[in-house]
């Protein structure tokens, strides 16, 4: 299978949960993932700096209109919530908090399974609250591949427990386990 998105939602531990995923991918990791992380609204962009530091692709923070590309990582700006519209391009919006989350993690997965069907991957990762549940119940419906992070790894193991009572994920597995089933996929690509 060809994907062409990858969506990661994370909450509490989240830091820790991204540094070790961007880390360990490659360079020529080509599959562009897109993250929410549910921060404050009037969070600086100093993590993100951070994490680019610790990366071999590019994190940039999604803007309006920008199209999404092979091999980046976009990250949610605070206070917005980030959708894929249906021509691969993104959109924000300052609509009401989900799950009391703007960013909300089910906004963006919600709309990323409209517009990439099954050629998307889920992924929820840790977190304390049941955000992000919804949207990887509707990745499965629209055919995508649904990956938990295996609770007992997790720094908050709220999110991935609440994600695998809705849905029978494809893979419950640790992080570094996350790490190696992602390149797997994107070297299996085309």
């Excluded at 929410?36 to 309006?64: R, T, Y």
């Excluded at 997965?109 to 990762?125: C, D, H, M, R, T």
């Amino acid at each position: 299978m060809h994907y062409e998105a990858i969506v990661i939602g994370v909450s509490s531990g989240g830091m820790n949960a991204l540094k070790i995923i961007f880390s360990a991918l490659p360079v020529d990791f080509n599959i562009p993932i897109i993250i929410v992380q549910h921060v404050g609204a009037h969070s600086d962009s100093q993590w993100i700096k951070f994490l680019n530091g610790k990366s071999h692709l590019d994190i940039k923070e999604a803007d309006e209109k920008d199209k999404i590309e092979k091999g980046k990582i976009y990250i949610a700006p605070p206070n917005y919530h980030l959708l894929v519209e249906k021509d691969k391009t993104f959109s924000l919006t300052i609509d009401e908090r989900v799950s009391f989350a703007r960013p909300s993690i089910d906004v963006l997965f919600e709309s990323a399974a409209e517009a990439y069907q099954n050629k998307l991957i889920g992924i929820v990762l840790t977190g304390s609250n049941h955000d992000g549940t919804k949207g990887i119940k509707r990745i499965k419906e629209c055919g995508g591949l649904a990956i938990i992070q295996d609770p007992k790894t997790a720094e908050s193991a709220y999110m991935p427990q609440s994600a695998i009572a809705a849905i029978v994920p494809d893979y419950i597995i640790s992080l570094e386990n996350i790490v190696a089933l992602l390149i797997k996929i994107d070297q299996q690509k085309e």
